[in-house]
């Protein structure tokens, strides 16, 4: 395995659900990252770690919870959404100050 | 809150003809700049980063930074039909290797 690895690429769960999103990096960089992609709006940025500790929230709510046992892989635990919540779910990874590496995403439908 | 602006676009150029997007930050303090191209469906994929005034050339791309105009641009020459794309802009703002995402502009290369 290369590069940053999301899994699943696609989930549908209803609003009671609670599932979880993963992410894998096979770079050895040492900050990870939660953006959320929804159409026709700017990436926005959720969560951040360096070195496995959370630096930012991004004033995210509590239905989302991240998880980053270590510096390779990272979680998004999902509770109760909305529908609203629907959207693209992108992790990447970065080493310093050289851009990051996306992962494929997960595709996410709450209904 | 810091900003990064695009034109949407779409923008059209026919194949060959050199492409021109644009983006303007607001943040003065930021010293780090990505593009990124991103297809239908799929993650951002980082084509150019530029941290110094002036231009930087990669192949077909070359990046363009004036600081003191708070203006980023990119410049693709020769352009094929694979380059239509989104082309993201990405600024480092509000803390280190902390990305901020222009909405994107559509670019459409026809033959």
């Known amino acids: 395995e290369t590069g940053v690895t999301q899994t699943p690429r696609h989930l549908v769960m209803g609003m009671t659900n609670k599932k979880s999103l993963k992410c894998e990096q096979h770079l050895g960089h040492n900050a990870m990252y939660w953006y959320k992609q929804s159409a026709k709006k700017p990436l926005e940025l959720m969560f951040v770690y360096n070195f496995k500790e959370q630096t930012e929230n991004n004033s995210v709510p509590s239905r989302f919870s991240p998880e980053c046992p270590n510096s390779s892989h990272l979680f998004l635990h999902l509770h109760t959404l909305q529908p609203e919540d629907s959207a693209l779910y992108l992790c990447?990874?970065?080493?310093?100050?050289?851009?990051?590496?996306f992962g494929s995403g997960t595709r996410l439908t709450v209904v | 809150q810091k900003e990064v602006e695009q034109n949407s676009g779409p923008l059209s150029v026919p194949e060959g003809a050199i492409a021109s997007l644009n983006c303007t930050y607001s943040?003065?303090?930021?010293?780090?700049f990505f593009w990124y191209r991103q297809y239908s469906g799929k993650s951002p994929e980082l084509i150019m980063f530029i941290y110094s005034n002036g231009d930087k050339e990669d192949g077909r791309f070359t990046a363009q930074l004036n600081k003191a105009s708070q203006y980023v641009s990119l410049l693709i020459r020769d352009s094929q039909p694979s380059d239509s794309a989104t082309y993201l802009c990405a600024v480092e703002s509000g803390g280190y290797n902390k990305l901020i995402f222009g909405a994107g502009t559509r670019l459409a290369v026809h033959p």
């Open positions: 990447a990874s970065s080493q310093d100050r050289g851009g990051y590496t």
């Open positions: 943040d003065r303090g930021s010293q780090s």
